[in-house]
Antibody
Framework: EVQLVESGGGLVQPGGSLRLSCAASGFTFVSYAMTWVRQAPGKGLEWVSV????????YYADSVKGRFTISRDNSKSTVYLQMSSLRGDDTAIYYC???????????????WGQGTPVTVSS | SYVLTQPPSVSVAPGETARLTCGGDDIGTKSVHWYQRRPGQAPVLVID???DRPSGIPERFSDSNSGNTATLTISRVEAGDEADYYCQVWDRSSDHWVFGGGTKLTVL
């Protein structure tokens, strides 16, 4: 059974940093790209970043480029999202998801975690 | 960057057919995927660009894509289909995944 478990969310002040983790199990982690998607309160889904199975790419939404960094440790079956220079509009539930292929730009997101909330506020 | 446009809301009676549209420039040339998100739950893939449904998604869900409009069709709508639905594509010009704004399906 595929499982994705996010952690690391919480309350952080504007300008602060946070690192999210997503521990994966139930599939051959290195064979699939992984991605982060967020949903702000009252808003729709917003794609954040994606990384290929081999760590190629990665790609970022314009809203986070230069502030967020995605990475993965295939030995630990874990993908990370390092977030810095956080702003109020980064407040959201952050989901990690598995892509159906090894490539970052191909295939839908077939499994999702339950999400971890991030609140940026003073 | 590429924009996907979805109507904010669609309402249908139980047993009727819901057609949820997703508009984009020449979207018929792109691979469109669809997701369902019920309140308080994580999103779920309901149908991919090849028309394949993950295990557990009923045959009542189907899709089409041509010209500037992609459509998710839900036949014989049930109360349990009430949710937000999102379309998604990869935009190669910007190297971005793009979601539509979502459509809230209400079952009357």
């Amino acid at each position: 059974e595929v499982q994705l478990v996010e952690s690391g969310g919480g309350l952080v002040q504007p300008g602060g940093s946070l690192r999210l983790s997503c521990a994966a199990s139930g599939f051959t982690f290195v064979s699939y790209a992984m991605t982060w998607v967020r949903q702000a309160p009252g808003k729709g889904l917003e794609w954040v970043s994606v990384i290929s199975g081999r760590g190629d790419g990665p790609y970022y939404a314009d809203s986070v480029k230069g502030r967020f960094t995605i990475s993965r440790d295939n030995s630990k079956s874990t993908v990370y999202l390092q977030m810095s220079s956080l702003r109020g509009d980064d407040t959201a539930i952050y989901y990690c998801a598995k892509v159906t292929t090894i490539r970052a730009h191909v295939g839908p997101f077939d499994y999702w975690g339950q999400g971890t909330p991030v609140t940026v506020s003073s | 960057s590429y924009v996907l446009t979805q109507p904010p809301s669609v309402s249908v009676a139980p047993g009727e057919t819901a057609r949820l549209t997703c508009g984009g420039d020449d979207i018929g040339t792109k691979s469109v995927h669809w997701y369902q998100r019920r309140p308080g739950q994580a999103p779920v893939l309901v149908i991919d660009a090849d028309g394949d449904r993950p295990s557990g998604i009923p045959e009542r869900f189907s899709d089409s894509n041509s010209g500037n409009t992609a459509t998710l069709t839900i036949s014989r709508v049930e109360a349990g289909d009430e949710a937000d639905y999102y379309c998604q594509v990869w935009d190669r010009s910007s190297d971005h995944w793009v979601f539509g704004g979502g459509t809230k399906l209400t079952v009357l």
